[in-house]
């Protein structure tokens, strides 16, 4: 089995929550979660994973043999490091689907039934959370292959100039190296695609349509923000959001304008277009980066608020 996928070792419910989760033949995961147990409900976390590594580890700490489902998680996996997993990563079988929302959680103390017997608890630092999304049964032995959620950026330079190849564009490979720095720390995987295009509104509209449809997580344009003759970004991209974000874009306006006040013209907006964000930058190098600067402190953010999930 390789590191992309876990082996269930125990399936483990309770009818009472505060304690442990005994083993059963095989779970049925609904709507709500896992059917009959204390913990289902229509929330995000329906579901609890611990790794089996995990559960290791802190039997050599109690001086004792820990029971599947002793640490109240649903599902006992092995080969993965769960914690290595995000918000919004999937495990896949033939049967079912679930998708991670929460790392941790807040330690119940004494009225967990282990953490009154061992002083102590693996599930707060190391378990997982997850909700349903196809249903159907699982049982131990069964493989869950794991998908990490990629975040996917489409950087669009919007430039006459740069498109007839009169001028080399560098406030695209600004915005991306900015992506790149950002996520080189990150256990979040992504994936940036680049175009240039003429201040040809029709251009736009057809990335914008084809990004919505490919389900981009974000549309990051540089250009066209200014008040010159050409200068329609804004306006066609107002035409395409659900949702304005106007906070992001006057704290960078305010934030560079008061040293600059050149900075205060541009008219970039942001919001959000189904489910991908879209952001306008102007066309300059340095006004690009450090909109890039402020503006990726909340994508991920954005993103889990706009999946429903609580990631405060």
């Known amino acids: 089995m390789s590191n992309s996928a876990v082996k269930v070792v125990s ?56 029971n599947p489902g002793e640490f109240a998680e649903n599902i006992t996996t092995s080969g993965l490091e769960l914690t290595e997993t995000l918000p ?52 131990p032995g069964d493989i869950l292959n794991y998908h990490p959620r990629v975040f996917s950026f489409c950087v669009v330079t919007l430039s006459d100039r740069v498109s007839r190849g009169e001028y080399k564009d560098k406030s695209g490979p600004e915005i991306i190296k900015k992506i790149e720095e950002h996520f ?67 704290h960078v306006r305010i934030k560079y304008g008061s040293e600059k006040p050149n900075a205060l013209l541009s008219r970039g907006v942001a919001g959000v277009m189904g489910n991908t964000f879209v952001y306008t930058l102007p066309g300059s190098v340095k006004a690009a980066g450090e909109y890039m600067s402020e503006l990726l402190k909340t994508m991920e953010h954005l993103v889990y608020m706009r999946c429903g999930i609580d990631a405060h």
Do not use: Y
């Open 88 to 139: 919004l990563d999937r495990f896949v079988s033939d049967n079912v689907e679930l998708e991670v929302t929460r790392i941790g959680k807040e330690c119940h103390g004494n009225t967990c039934a282990i953490f009154r017997e061992v002083g102590n608890c693996v599930m707060p630092k190391e378990g997982i959370f997850a909700r349903v999304i196809r249903e159907g049964k699982l049982k």
């Open 184 to 250: 080189s720390g990150s256990k979040r995987k992504i994936k940036i695609e680049h175009k240039v295009i003429p201040d040809e509104p029709e251009k736009l509209k057809d990335i914008l349509n084809d990004c919505k449809s490919r389900g981009t997580d974000f549309i990051v344009t540089s250009g066209g923000t200014g008040v010159g003759p050409r200068d329609v970004t804004p306006e066609v991209v107002r035409l395409f959001i659900d949702k304005e974000i106007p906070g992001v874009m006057e």
């Open 11 to 66: 399936v483990n419910i309770s009818e009472k929550k505060g304690t442990i989760k005994l083993p059963v033949e095989e779970v049925i995961l609904d709507c709500n979660g896992i059917s009959k147990d204390a913990h289902s409900g229509p929330w995000n976390r329906q579901v609890s994973l611990l790794a089996d590594e995990s559960v290791e580890r802190f039997a050599k700490e109690a001086g004792r043999k820990i």
